[in-house]
């Protein structure tokens, strides 16, 4: 005997109920076909707006884990000091401080020439990764140059420049930035710290680990240099980011919400499918009855059919969706894999604890309307 | 006493469409082990309410009904299942066996819901004893009326019921099928010391029963 079999004879109610759907195939069919597509609506729509909620990410970088500290205009601060930049270099315990000087002048190749932000920096390597070429740790010669700047003026790591009458070799062109960015590189060229006009700083960009080190460099920033008076702006994507992370939250809430109906629709075939075989099969109930099956036996009976229906249905929706999960993330992502994570894996069983839910859920009248029907009437010719 | 199931002074009353109607009149009966007992009558004389509360599927209105020298006239559900469990097998004119399950399942259907591992080899030595030993594993609608028959015995008799309860048992068959049937309940009653009580319009009954009972419009002649 195979441990199927042994299985189901150990546990009656399970054979009998697999030997009913299996009456009537079609039908049950279709009612595993309505728990299937609910199942399935639920743990696709989570794992989508999984892929939504990834791909947004991806879009802001690591826009979180940075701050940009800037003089307070209002106050009368023009620009930030040597001391300045000292006070947030001791408040940030983790990450990489970078003052940023900053100018518009004419940068010009061969007999191509535009008006450009420059940045003075000395460690762009820390918010900046090129395309082409290489960013040094420490930027002392040579100049940096945007992507879009790059393409207006057909540059390439090697060539020549001239920005504000001096001339300077290319050692690298910065990487698109796509989407929010407190320094935007794009249409601009980086050059060493002292080669911009001016003294004091126009920006400080702090680059930390995670989006909570940034949150503590800000506060404690806030502190030291904001002590006396608001010397400082400190700008921060945290509060930004977090607020689209609350809003996709909700998103994959209303989401799964919208699944859910499916299910309940899917829940109310499977009622409708239990309660027409049960009357269907009054006279075999009535039977059972008459030659001593308690009602309890009848009822996990019956509760035993419609969880059959909802694990088969939960089992080939959980599949399918996987299958689509995995679709999708490679269509928007480009990353089948993104799959496989922890929160999707939370949706798909979320979705067939549902789905078995539903299918008892809508087994109960089925079964309580059967076992207390009495075998009398039900024998009646 | 030695009764194995009576009757004193049953009475069951319906009520359908605002009007009483009394399908059993005051009828006392019973019956002992190893007893063939017909119950005759016209159609809507009460017999087969008469059997529905012999066989406890049923409660009568007023009166009593012994089961083994004990009152059953008032158990629970749950009670009633358990003593017709124990002590009763039902015979069904349409043989009642479930199309999804096999002869030998059908012969275990009444111990299918409880703890006995010797069913299995009862249903097949019953199976073997009414003659259809070879057909074990055949589903109900690739066996004649005969053997479905049969098979519903050997599930009444799964159990080793003290009472058999039959209604209409050869109202299906041709009359040399309903033979051979009588003949198997005139075994089973003698080897088995099992009382059998059939409803019935089978005069070829009275050839096999001990005594004939008599209903007309609820009452025993």
Redesign the interface.
Known sequence: MNPLEELLRRVPALLMARRNLSRNRIRSGLAILGIIIGVLAIASLGMFGTTLRTGADQQLGDIGNEISISPNLQEGVEELTDRDVDEIRRAVSDGSVVPIRSDSVLVSRGDQQTVTTIYGMENPGAIYEASDGRVPDRLRQGALVGSGTAELLDIEPGNTIAVDGRTYRVSAVLAEQQGISLVNPNSAVVLPMEDVNGTGYSQVVVSAESGQAANESAVSIREELNEREERVTVFELQSITSGIDQFFGILNTFLIGIGSISLVVAGVSILNVMLMSTIERRQEIGVLRAVGVQRGDIIRMILAEAGLLGTAGGVVGALVALGAGVALNSFVLNDPMATFQPINFFYVVLAVGFGIGTSILSGLYPAWKAANERPVEALRN | MSHIIELQNVWKRYETGGEVVEALKDVDFHTDPGEFVSVMGPSGSGKSTML?VL?L??TPTEGTVLLDDRDVTDLS??EM??R???FI??I???F?L????SALENVE??T??GDDPAARERATTLLERVGLGDRLDHRPDQLSGGQKQRVAIA??LI?EPRILLADEPTGNLDQETGRSVLDLFDEIRREDDVAIVAVTHDPQLSDYTDRTVELVDGRIQ
């Open positions: 529905n066989g599927l049923d559900d749950r299942t358990a017709r469990k124990e097998g039902f069904f004119q349409s009642h479930i199309p999804t399950l259907v009444p299918l819901f599930r009444a159990n």
